[in-house]
Every structure is written in C-alpha cells, then in structure tokens.
C-alpha cells in the first residue's frame, strides 16, 4: 500500500520561531509533491507545490530528498495566522491516472 | 479560490435513507474527485471523473456512486446511507488527471448519519 507519513504533532512553538516537518513516502517512483495547509473545519488549501528538489515562498521553503524519500516543510518567522494543519500530499502514477496521497497531517499551533 | 461549490454544506439524515451530495465548478477543468475526511485518517478517494460520463472507483468507493452528465457537475450518491459514512466530504478538480497538477478542493460537506 503506498504511504504517506507525517509526525500528527501538535507543534507548539512562539510567534517568530522556525519550525521544521518532515513527511516520508513509500512509493519511489512518485513524481509530483506538494503541501497544504487546512484550517480547522475548512478546505485544504494548497500551500506549495515541489517538483524539483525544492522550492521558496517567502516564509515557506519546501524540499525534497528523493533518494531517502522525504519531503520537508520549513516556516520561518511563525506567525499566529500559520496555526493550522499542515498535509503532505504525493502523486503516483498508475495506468493513465495519477492520484495523490494524503498525508494524515502535522498540526501546528503558534502562540504569542 | 478556484470557482468550487458544493452543496449541501450541512445535512443530518438517517440510516437507509439516499444522500446526493453535489459538486458545481466553473473552471471548466476535466478532473473531478470527491474525498471524505475523518479523524486519525488522510483524505480518502472516493470516486474521480476524467470527463462527462467518465469515472472510475478510488480507494474506498463501496457504497459509493458518482456521477457526472456535464463538466461542471458532479454527483455523489449514497443509495442507502449508513452511520460510517458519516464524515466530511470534499469535491476536488484539476486540469490534469497525471498528478503533476494540484488539486483545489472545495468548502466541504458534513454529512452525519444517524
């Protein structure tokens, strides 16, 4: 079964801090990878897609290590509007229809 | 936000009975999903659609149906609905079915089954 892990957390850190998740996967052959933030009893909102080895947004760096098959969520200068949980999200391939995996979420709670 | 409606938002109904859950989008994209979410699991697939009349099964499809008779609608159904499918539906699209794209989802529907 193809997996998607995250640490469920909950991340407790102070505004201005630097916290770090990581998520692993299972299936090496996954192309396409992104992460989403959802806020509680809202949408899944996509926070930033990862199709190389990484990419910056601002506050937000997301990297990807294919050969341990992780990905990771940098947030620098937390703020207390980035209270939310964090999905990690992988494509596979299979036939001629891709579909993502969810990962089953990080939850990070900024406090003043 | 990417133009995703679904409707209901809310809706309390009792076992046995039928649910249709519908999902309106006006971006014209080919790739229709619904997931459901619940506690101490992902976003589970349902039921996609590749285009009108086009679907296929996902990872947890039983007592599940879908349909799709224009781009911009699609359709669940729960022909007899029962108290595990109680959870939070979410209709997603994307441009692309190849998993290269994200997908956008819309605002939910909590369903509970009582």
């Known amino acids: 079964r193809k997996e998607v892990e995250q640490d469920p957390g909950p991340f407790n850190v102070p505004e201005g801090a630097t916290v770090a998740f990581n998520c692993t996967y299972s299936n090496s052959a996954s192309q396409s990878f992104f992460w989403y933030r959802q806020d509680c009893r809202k949408e899944p909102k996509l926070l930033m897609s990862v199709y190389s080895s990484g990419n910056e947004d601002g506050r937000f760096t997301a990297q990807l290590n294919r050969a341990s098959q992780y990905i990771s969520l940098l947030i620098r200068d937390s703020k207390l509007s980035d209270s939310a949980t964090y999905l990690c999200v992988v494509a596979y391939y299979g036939g001629s229809q891709g579909n993502l995996i969810f990962g089953k979420g990080t939850k990070l709670s900024v406090k003043p | 936000d990417a133009g995703i409606t679904q409707s209901p938002r809310h809706k309390v109904t009792e076992t046995g009975t039928p649910v249709t859950l519908r999902c309106h989008q006006t971006?014209?994209?080919?790739?229709m999903y619904w997931y459901r979410q619940d506690p101490g699991h992902g976003l589970r697939l349902i039921h996609y659609s590749y285009g009108v009349k086009d679907t296929d099964k996902g990872e947890v499809s039983d007592g599940y149906s879908v349909s799709r008779s224009k781009t911009e609608d699609f359709l669940l159904t729960l022909e007899s609905a029962t108290s595990s499918q109680t959870s939070v539906y979410f209709c997603a699209i994307s441009e692309s079915g190849a998993g290269n794209q994200p997908q956008h989802f819309g605002d939910g529907t909590r369903l509970s089954i009582l």
């Open positions: 971006e014209n994209h080919r790739y």
